[in-house]
Each structure stands twice: as C-alpha cells, then as structure tokens.
C-alpha cells in the first residue's frame, strides 16, 4: 500500500454538495457529460490518442501484433475502470464523512476470445470486471460497506458495463458519413457547447487556470 494520501475532506465534500444543489435547482435538465478522446493509427497496433488536452500512445504487446511501446487499449480500458470507482470512492468518503488513510484499487476485466474469433457461439465476449479494493481506515465496518455500495452505484464506468449500454458508430469515409451503425437504444445527441456534466461545478475558465496554476 502507498503511504497515507493527501486529501481536503472539507474540499471534496463541498464539490459534492455543490454540484449536487446546482443540478437540483432544475431537476428535469439532464445533467449530460461528455468526455472525447480522438485515435488515429501510427503503425499497426500503435496508436495515438488525444483526451482532454493530453496526448498518448496506446499499442499492443508484442504476443498481441504489436511493439509493446504502450499499454493495450484493454489496459487502458480497465484503468479507466479502476480509476473511476476510486475516484467515486474518494468523492463518497467525503460527502458521508467515512475517510481512509490509504486506498488503491485493482481492477481485473475478464472476456472470452472465442466470440471475436468465431470458434464459440456466445452471447457476449465479456465476463465482468472484478474490483479488489485496498484501504487503510479506521471507520467501522458497516460505513465502510456503504461507502463502497454508494461510490459504485454512482460510478460511471461501472453503469456502463453493467447496464445495456447503446451504441452508435459513424462511418465516415473521404469527409462523407457513409453509415451509421447502431446497437441498441437510440443515444440523444451531445449537447451544443459545454455539456452541464463536464463542468458540473459551473467553474469559468478564469477560475479553472487560476485552480490550475495554485494546484488546485
């Protein structure tokens, strides 16, 4: 375990609450997020991708057909995973006052290859995701258990691989959109400008770089 974490309780309670009164002032606006990430092929299985003002490289293992420069879409995918629930469990600890000293979370996502490949005939690929949660806290047992049941149900990443997520794919082809694939339930279209859920605070980018500059 890493050492003990540096955290303002107080801070990461009041964003909670703050948010949360701003979207209950009108409660039937959906509160949309949308996070974007662009990825363009460099060589083969060798990515880049472009996410909220950061850029990376995604590959393949070499046994996967790629060079091992970066870690796997997969490996991405998981960590994603497991950092969405931590990020939860740390935005519950603070609005129930339930705080650890110490806190990493492993993530496992599990999937049968046989569905891509055609050898078996099954439903789906995927298996589930398996979440080993590591704190250090000195909270009794039973607020523990509810932190971790309210930081998972209001996590994102886990409401889409547990819940029939929709899909839509635009095929684009020399600047025409050629087709649209869809599976599952119509998606609403993202929201001109800002979408509410991204900035759910209402922070102006004043206040954004002014928070960026003092770190946070």
Known sequence: MAEDVQINWGKVKNIFESVTERMGQNPDRPAIGAPKAKVRVIKERLFEAKAEGHTFQIDEPVERGGNGLAPSPMAYFTAGAAACLTSHITQSAGFLETHY????????????NRRKFSI??????????????????????????????????????????????PLRAHLIVNGDEMYVHKNGAEIPDVPAGPTFGDNPTGMSKDEIAAKKRDGG
Do not use: F
């Open 101 to 112: 000293t110490s806190l990493e979370v492993e993530a496992t996502v599990l999937w049968d």
């Open 120 to 165: 078996a005939d099954l439903a789906q690929a995927s298996l589930g995701i398996i979440y080993n949660i590591h704190m250090e806290s000195d909270e009794p047992e039973d607020k523990l258990i509810a932190l971790l049941k309210h930081a998972e149900d209001g996590c994102y990443a886990s409401d889409v691989v547990r819940n029939e997520t």
